[in-house]
């Protein structure tokens, strides 16, 4: 188990670091930065002496390897710079950001989660097949409507319609359910999708089969088999969902109005500023890899022969190394001559 967990360990660390080296390349790449924007405004008025300044105080000035190499060491430090349109710290926005929209997501990916059970379920035990089809529609229609779609549908109708919800965010819990809801059925329609053909594949095995025929029923099956079975694919899906959580967190909150990471995201695009959009990768991609990495801890304790399966595969690998070996030597003994002889010797005095 320790080996599998450090193992886990560090393709999380190389994940963290070619997300950082990847966006600092791509952002580099991008023409115009919010500086030179500042230094090229008339109405800044700043000298060129000033620029100079500006240039050489944001590294702007130096090639792009030693920026990286600065950067990368910064930011193990714990330090991502300062935002180049308002001066303060990286770690001060994306800090006053971050409960935004992870309360947002969090809440989010609970709703995903129980939309996608209730759809799983429903449609493979409804007891009428009318409501079985209708509800296993459900994954392909959400995923066919755009997330800023449903929001707007939301806003609509329980807020300007029946005025249940707050139309802009006041800080209360009700005026984040339905930003949650609508990020929660985008992540809902590949979960449910795929929870709904994992209950249909496991249902189909023998040992459902055994159990029924020995008088259990679908309840006893469901929690005792197919359950547990069932899930480890969309645990899979779960850790990977995290990025439509991200990504969606962007689209919900510019159209609810709620202060949050995608609003801080939305702003730095439009200003350029560089160091702000990298540390919102940074932290989306500590956020991801954070997610998968517990999933992946959880694989062993759902099904023990993720384990299994990982030392087989080593000792079979062993043994593959330990053939090859032999089959060398074999060939280097059948090389000499006066070795063959003897090798085949014993052979040759047993027979008649």
């Not at 002496?49 to 990368?72: F, M």
């Not at 910064?74 to 926005?93: N, P």
Request: glycine letters at 8%; proline letters at 6%.
């Amino acid at each position: 188990m320790r080996r599998y967990i450090l193992k886990r360990l560090g393709q999380a660390l190389l994940v963290l670091w070619a997300a950082y080296t990847v966006s600092f390349l791509l952002l580099s790449a991008l023409p115009g930065d919010a500086v030179h924007n500042r230094i090229q405004n008339p109405e800044a008025q700043i000298s060129p002496e000033q620029a100079q300044v500006l240039i050489a105080y944001y590294g702007l000035d130096r090639p792009l390897w030693e920026q990286y190499g600065t950067a990368l060491t910064a930011a193990l430090r714990g330090d991502l710079g300062y935002s180049l349109t308002d001066g303060r710290a990286v770690t001060e926005l994306v800090g006053a950001a971050l409960p935004s929209t992870l309360a947002l997501t969090g809440l989010a990916l609970v709703f995903g989660v129980v939309f996608s059970l209730l759809i799983g379920i429903v449609a493979n035990y409804a007891p009428w097949k009318s409501v079985r089809d209708v509800v296993g529609s459900f994954p392909a229609l959400f995923g066919s409507i755009p997330t800023f779609v449903v929001g707007i549908l939301l806003l609509q109708f329980f807020s300007f319609g029946f005025r249940l919800i707050p139309a802009s965010d006041d800080g209360s819990f009700v005026a984040l359910l339905a930003p949650a809801i609508t990020l929660g059925i985008l992540i809902a329609a590949p979960l449910a999708q795929v929870f709904t053909t994992s209950i249909r594949s496991v249902r189909g095995q023998p040992f459902a089969h055994v159990l029924h025929a020995r008088g259990a029923g679908e309840a006893y099956i469901f929690r005792r088999g197919v359950l547990r079975n069932s899930s480890m694919p969309v645990l899979t899906l779960l850790g990977l969902a995290c990025g439509e959580l991200i990504a969606g967190a962007v689209v919900t909150e510019s159209v609810f109005a709620r202060p949050g990471i995608g609003q801080l995201t939305v702003g730095a695009v439009s200003t350029q500023d560089l160091p702000v959009l990298q540390g919102v990768v940074l932290v989306a991609a500590l956020a991801y890899v954070t997610v998968n990495f517990l999933v992946d801890i959880a694989y062993p304790f759902i099904d023990p022969r993720v384990l299994v399966d990982g030392k087989a595969q080593r000792v079979t690998a062993r043994r593959v190394r330990t053939n090859a070996t032999a089959s060398d030597a074999d060939r280097e003994l059948a090389a000499l001559p006066n070795l063959r002889v003897a090798h085949r010797l014993p052979v040759e005095m047993s027979m008649p």
